[in-house]
């Protein structure tokens, strides 16, 4: 990988290919690959500032190969560290949690500052004599926040560091800064499928007309836009004329609780994917997450987040549509034996979008199965996406 000022980023393409060989979607050895190649070498999203907004809060991500932890500090700072006791190598932080006095090992009680000192061994005089704590703090990796988004990198020097990371995000991604805007609700869905082919399906403009001819009706798919910024796919929809009013029906009063620099007449939705997993949904009430959280090489689980403006936050909470969709906490892990319909006849983007992942999953199983061709402009999405991951991941 080139140095940061050195980095080729792929331009965008009007003409579209599948570069990525079947066995790349469908064989545990490539998506070990991956693991090793492009989840333990770039950044990953991690969860939200407001996440851990007190010293001594954490959060523990998985990153690839690497277990790592962000952890507020007594000075407000977040710091990313490789979540491993430097004493005998014990993965120490589990989940989300609150040690405001500095982070301890349950295994042998070893105490690391939140700064990732070493502060303390026990029986150190008897036990370890001559130990230089100076040198056994807890490993650092690299961290970057994006309108409240937490990135975390697993090595301190990144080869694209953060600010080849970000790119020109700021002055592409729109009008949503959801650190500023209130949570209501999660939800978390399952995908037979291999991760990229639940991406590659989020960037799909093609499919929108025909298995979301319902479910995404108000989006006027003919005049969709897409760009790139560094290794990240931007795609914006407007709002169909004759639907400028469907806001009201979902939340009452479209005019309350919108996006500044939004028109809840005109403005469709954002459906942009920072590379390589995190989807970012913008809409004129709302933002949300499509977090792709691969699981192994057929099994993926989507998170979504939702947020809407502080004055929204209640209206939301009672509407139809956040009973139907979130809850307050984890959802419930949903699947398609949870659809009451066959899934293309469910309405449902959800569970249209897992069917259609499932199929082409088993589909990429069969020696018969070959791409045929893409769509140009409309699938173009998924080769720009396809050049990035390759630029990591050598199936072969």
């Given at each position: 990988m080139s140095p940061t000022n050195a980095v080729k980023y792929h331009t965008r393409t009007e003409e579209a290919h599948?570069?990525?060989?079947?066995?790349?979607?469908?064989?545990?050895?490539?998506?070990?690959?991956?693991?090793?190649?492009?989840?333990?070498?770039?950044?990953?999203?991690?969860?939200?500032?407001?996440?851990?907004?007190?010293?001594?809060?954490?959060?523990?991500?998985?990153?690839?190969?690497?277990?790592?932890?962000?952890?507020?500090?007594?000075?407000g700072e977040l710091r990313c560290f490789h979540n491993i006791c430097?004493?005998?190598?014990?993965?120490?932080?589990?989940?989300?949690?609150?040690?405001?006095?500095?982070?301890?090992?349950?295994?042998?009680?070893?105490?690391?500052?939140?700064?990732?000192?070493?502060?303390?061994?026990?029986?150190?005089?008897?036990?370890?004599?001559?130990?230089?704590?100076?040198?056994?703090?807890?490993?650092?990796?690299?961290?970057?926040?994006?309108?409240?988004?937490?990135?975390?990198?697993?090595?301190?020097?990144?080869?694209?560091?953060?600010?080849?990371?970000v790119a020109d995000l700021e002055l592409k991604a729109g009008p949503h800064h959801p650190n500023q805007m209130v949570e209501v609700g999660r939800s978390r869905h399952l995908f037979t499928a291999n991760w990229k082919l639940v991406a590659e399906n989020y960037m799909d403009a093609y499919h929108l007309f025909y298995l979301h001819e319902k479910s995404a009706a108000t989006f006027d798919h003919e005049c969709f836009e897409w760009d790139t910024a560094g290794r990240h796919f931007l795609f914006y929809e407007p709002v169909v004329a004759k639907y400028k009013d469907w806001a009201d029906k979902v939340y009452g009063d479209k005019h309350h609780g919108v996006v500044p620099g939004t028109d809840p007449e005109q403005y469709g939705g954002t459906f942009h994917m920072l590379f390589p997993t995190i989807g970012w949904v913008g809409m004129a009430h709302s933002w949300s997450t499509f977090h792709i959280l691969p699981q192994s090489v057929d099994s993926t689980i989507v998170e979504s987040r939702v947020r809407v403006m502080p004055e929204a936050e209640d209206a939301m909470k009672d509407s139809r549509r956040y009973k139907d969709r979130f809850n307050s906490g984890e959802a419930e892990l949903v699947t398609l034996a949870d659809c009451s319909t066959h899934p293309t006849q469910s309405d449902n983007l959800m569970f249209e979008d897992m069917w259609a992942c499932q199929q082409m999953q088993k589909a990429m199983n069969s020696p018969a199965y070959q791409v045929g061709a893409m769509a140009r402009t409309f699938e173009s999405t998924m080769t720009f996406y396809q050049r990035n991951v390759l630029d990591f991941v050598t199936y072969t």
């Open positions: 599948q570069l990525i060989a079947p066995a790349g979607y469908t064989q545990p050895e490539y998506f070990e690959q991956e693991l090793d190649q492009l989840f333990s070498q770039f950044w990953l999203y991690a969860g939200m500032t407001d996440d851990i907004p007190q010293p001594g809060d954490y959060l523990t991500v998985q990153a690839g190969r690497y277990p790592l932890a962000v952890v507020r500090g007594n000075d430097r004493h005998r190598g014990t993965q120490f932080l589990e989940g989300c949690g609150h040690s405001p006095k500095g982070l301890s090992c349950p295994y042998h009680k070893w105490f690391y500052e939140l700064s990732g000192e070493l502060q303390a061994i026990p029986r150190e005089n008897e036990l370890f004599p001559g130990a230089d704590k100076t040198a056994l703090g807890l490993m650092p990796g690299s961290i970057g926040v994006f309108r409240g988004m937490i990135f975390v990198h697993p090595d301190p020097a990144p080869r694209e560091d953060w600010q080849a990371f």
